[in-house]
């Protein structure tokens, strides 16, 4: 199984990117699928997470400005980042819980895209 993200880049303070993921392989299913990020010299953080039914989970810094969205059908997740501040700074990581059958289930990384927000 694979994670692979797209749509990191680099943008001005207050402007707009769209980060993709899609998991790849041999899928049964998957479950919360969400971003993380991790800062230079920080811990990696909770961005935004969807549950399969659809539940969103944001982390406080991102309420009002980042959305994520989910395609069951086609195991990809986004998240539509706008208002980005310099603080948004970070390589953000794709990850999922995927199930391989019905009884075995492990969380899964992409390797990471990096979003850059600067004048």
């Known amino acids: 199984v694979q994670l692979v993200e797209s749509g990191g880049g680099e943008v001005q303070p207050g402007g707009s990117l769209r980060l993709s993921c899609v998991a790849s392989g041999y899928i049964f299913s998957v479950e919360d699928m969400g971003w993380y990020r991790q800062a230079p010299g920080k811990e990696r953080e909770l961005v935004a997470l969807m549950s399969k039914v659809g539940t969103p989970k944001y982390a406080d810094s991102v309420k009002g400005r980042f959305t994520i969205a989910r395609d069951n059908a086609k195991n990809t997740v986004t998240l539509q980042m706008n208002k980005l501040e310099p603080e948004d700074t970070a390589v953000y990581y794709c990850?999922?819980?995927?199930?391989?059958?019905?009884?075995?289930?492990?969380?899964?990384w992409g390797h990471g895209t990096q979003v850059t927000v600067s004048s």
């Open positions: 990850n999922a819980d995927v199930r391989t059958s019905r009884k075995y289930e492990f969380n899964d």
